[in-house]
């Protein structure tokens, strides 16, 4: 009889032995967490006589069921391992008075990786071997080991995943946003002559962004220029304004009457938004010949008009609602003007006012004021403007988009 229950005991060691050898050539072989938990399963179940087990798993800051093998399939666990398993830090076995919300547990223990919980195993229904030691108590140490194994394991094969995932996004985005940059014109590319000078400054606060400028020569005489704002940030903001930008470049031209513009340019947007987003925006059209600029302002923030002959300052207010916000657009007000005076027109977007001061307030509109206010090209005004408020790197309380679009009308 003890040379039998040796030799059992030997041969039990050594299919423990094996059971962690395979398990880990299966870790080895990248075997998925479905294979990896059906190999462990196997084991404790068919092998180690267990009849209930039962894994939480931490994933992405929420525990999840991760195995449930002998309990109801449908069983409703609303235990909460943050409060109700956060001192048990080592094997406990469960009394009759412990509640956990999961019947007929016997024992649980912790599994833990860099000091972390990340998964509780229960395992229940411990089936006496005749009048000799339960399988759980006989096998604990057993059990904790390859448990320890396999969860720490799969986290390892989730993280990794995840890792792909997270780079597979970063790579998306990285094209979406040099995508985006190609809807904005590069300073190279906007006009440098007698009659307007135009400078541009764009810096998403994400990868990709909500914000939007353009400049058009529209005829050998007029140019069109434009600046746009959807509300809210990141890539549903980035796709709205990407469509905006296909629609405007169809629509604007040197005799589409501004008024009729907007009111298919808000079409287009309560299409594609659905009213959940909408779009602030100014545009303008300037006649180099003639002196006039005609724009409409739809809730934008207002462009300042510097008279560098006279030293005053123009807003060009808002004066009707933005892109999208309703249906039917109310009555639109557009207004002609003429350019007595070499001016400047500085257009913005709120990321650029609404940065804070030491103070926590909006700096508004003062530094644009002090900026523009001297004979200066306004690429040298954008640039002394964003050094002095250390944009994009040196400032904390940057929280939006960026753009700026400028122009020296002669």
């Known amino acids: 009889m003890a040379r039998k229950s040796s030799r059992n005991r030997l041969q039990m060691s050594r299919y423990k032995l094996d ?228 629609t405007l470049r169809a629509l604007f031209t040197a005799d589409v009457n501004l008024k009729s513009l907007i009111r298919k340019l808000n079409e287009a947007v309560i299409k594609n938004a659905s009213g959940e987003k909408f779009i602030t925006f100014f545009v303008a059209r300037y006649n180099h010949e003639t002196r006039e600029i005609e724009y409409i302002n739809a809730a934008h923030n207002a462009p300042l008009l510097y008279d560098t002959t006279d030293g005053t300052i123009q807003y060009l207010i808002a004066k009707c609602v933005g892109i999208g916000m309703l249906d039917k657009m109310p009555p639109i007000e557009n207004t002609v003007m003429t350019i007595t005076h070499p001016s400047k027109i500085f257009c913005f977007t709120d990321g650029l006012s609404e940065i804070k001061d030491d103070n926590g307030k909006d700096i508004g509109t003062k530094p644009i004021e002090k900026h523009i206010a001297n004979n200066d090209t306004v690429d040298k005004n954008i640039s002394a403007l964003i050094q002095e408020l250390g944009i994009p790197d040196d400032n904390p309380n940057l929280f939006d988009d960026v753009s700026i679009l400028a122009a020296n009308l002669y």
């Open 19 to 246: 059971s962690l050898l395979d398990i880990t050539k299966a870790i080895n072989a990248n075997l998925s967490p479905e294979e990896l938990l059906g190999k462990y399963e196997s084991i404790l179940r068919d092998e180690l006589n267990i009849g209930k087990i039962f894994i939480l798993f931490k994933e992405k800051n929420r525990w999840i069921c991760l195995l449930n093998a002998g309990f109801p399939e449908k069983m409703e666990v609303t235990i909460d391992p943050e409060t109700q398993l956060a001192e048990i830090r080592e094997t406990k076995k469960v009394s009759v008075s412990d509640d956990f919300g999961i019947p007929c547990v016997d024992i649980i223990f912790p599994v833990f990786n860099n000091n972390k919980p990340i998964s509780y195993v229960f395992i229940g229904d411990i089936e006496e071997e005749g009048e000799g030691m339960s399988p759980v108590l006989k096998h604990l140490h057993f059990m904790q080991t390859i448990s320890n194994i396999i969860i720490v394991a799969i986290e390892n094969i989730k993280l990794f995943q995840e890792s792909l995932r997270q780079q597979s996004i970063k790579k998306e985005l990285e094209l979406a946003a040099r995508m985006q940059t190609l809807l904005i014109p590069d300073n190279e590319s906007l006009p440098h002559n007698d009659k307007i000078y135009v400078s541009g400054y764009y810096h998403p606060h994400f990868e990709i962004g909500g914000d939007y400028y353009d400049c058009i020569r529209l005829s050998h005489n007029i140019t069109g220029f434009c600046i746009a704002d959807v509300s809210g940030k990141g890539i549903s903001a980035a796709l709205l304004m990407s469509n905006f930008q296909a």
